[in-house]
């Protein structure tokens, strides 16, 4: 029969400490987790390859270790309102902005903790949105059913393996992608060095003027788009936000359409890129430098713009520590390769055939992802096991 705990009576809570300058880290050590870092290791990456303090070091800044098994959430800033959570594989160092909860009760497994504060979701403890933050006392009050350990185990299994389905699709997806660029090189050559000697222009000369406006002087609702609007790892649009023109933000300024790419002048290493799929009218934001192309093959240059080579190359061009951004003229001055358009053609029917199984893969995804969310939310209702779940 279950039983009602609160966290503080079967873990021990804490929060890590501040991060280390730059010149503190080194190639040996334990590796120094941030909350930036939740989303990349829960999508896969190996821990070890965060950057890592060593011994000494750790000791004379007193930083605080995550023992392994436990489990991570921001509890500052805004990445508290993300509810990632992640449970450690390894020992490791936490910057002060994460919650820290490490089982110490035979009660109950690491994998189900982990699962429950999922499920929880940290940010509903959240007191006041505009100033994000979440109390490590309010996280020790929070109250859990316990189950049995064969229950836990059984409820682990069961979501262990919808992750599993969920991460082999996911890799299709990016292997299908990285397809992609692979057909770009073969036929086109590297265009960093154009190995096979294509002509060249700059993207200015393949591109239309984008219509400038005041969405203050309109009285309509207005569709618009900002870089919270991308997502940077499939690089597709995912949010378009509402407002009546009036309200619409001050970097509401550029009138944008189906088939415009979008190009991030703030943080270009974060290569948030997108192009509009949908039909219909939007309004950009100026933090943006939008192509319309023109003489040209609109996939090509989407996909080339999309490579590793042409982010890096905006980025060596980034002003300002603090808020490092680049010029839209940096952008529209880049030179890139021009093949013949009929090789461009040819590239961009292949392209076509890949995005529709991506599509096809992402719409499964998205199956998978709600069926995923079912089974969460029956595994903390005590409904999991009274009713078969095909997974």
């Not at 057909?183 to 222009?201: A, C, Q, Y």
């Amino acid at each position: 029969m279950n039983h009602k705990v609160k966290l503080k009576d079967i873990a021990i809570i804490s929060s890590g400490s501040n991060a280390p300058k730059k010149e503190y880290f080194s190639k040996s050590g334990l590796p120094f987790i941030r909350a930036g870092h939740l989303e990349s290791l829960i999508d896969g990456l190996d821990i070890r390859n965060l950057p890592k303090v060593n011994d000494v070091t750790s000791k004379n800044l007193k930083l605080k270790k995550a023992p392994k098994g436990s489990v991570l959430f921001a509890k500052s800033g805004m990445s508290c309102k993300k509810n990632r959570v992640y449970k450690t594989n390894d020992e490791s160092f936490i910057v002060n902005h994460l919650a820290c909860i490490t089982p110490e009760s035979e009660n109950i497994t690491n994998d189900y903790l982990k699962y429950f504060i999922e499920w929880y979701k940290p940010s509903r403890l959240i007191r006041d949105e505009s100033y994000p933050s979440i109390r490590l006392s309010d996280i020790s009050n929070i109250e859990l059913e316990l189950p049995s350990l064969s229950t836990q185990s059984k409820i682990t299994k069961t979501l262990n393996l919808a992750v599993k389905i969920i991460q082999i699709r996911q890799q299709q997806i990016e292997a299908l992608s990285a397809l992609k660029q692979s057909i770009f090189l073969n036929m086109f050559g590297d265009p960093r060095v154009n190995d096979k000697e294509w002509s060249t222009v700059t993207i200015k000369q393949l591109s239309e003027e984008i219509t400038q406006i005041n969405p203050k002087k309109l009285d309509e609702k207005v569709n618009y788009l900002d870089i919270s609007s991308i997502n940077n790892r499939n690089n597709e649009i995912n949010q378009v936000h509402q407002y009546h023109s009036s309200e619409a933000p001050s970097r509401a300024r550029q009138k944008v359409k189906q088939g415009d790419i979008l190009i991030s002048t703030v943080r270009p290493n974060l290569k948030n890129i997108a192009r509009i799929e949908l039909a219909g009218e939007y309004i950009a934001s100026s933090g943006f430098c939008v192509i319309r192309t023109k003489e040209v093959d609109q996939l090509f240059l989407y996909e080339l713009i999309k490579l590793d080579y042409f982010t890096e190359e905006l980025t060596k061009l980034t002003t300002g520590a603090n808020y490092p951004a680049i010029k839209k003229s940096d952008v529209l001055n880049q030179k890139i390769i021009l093949p013949s358009i009929e090789l461009q053609n040819k590239f961009s029917e292949r392209i076509k055939v890949i995005n529709k199984q991506i599509n096809l893969l992402s719409k499964s995804l998205e199956q998978i992802n709600l069926l995923y969310d079912s089974i969460l939310h029956k595994a903390f209702n005590d409904e999991l096991f009274k009713e078969d779940i095909n997974v």
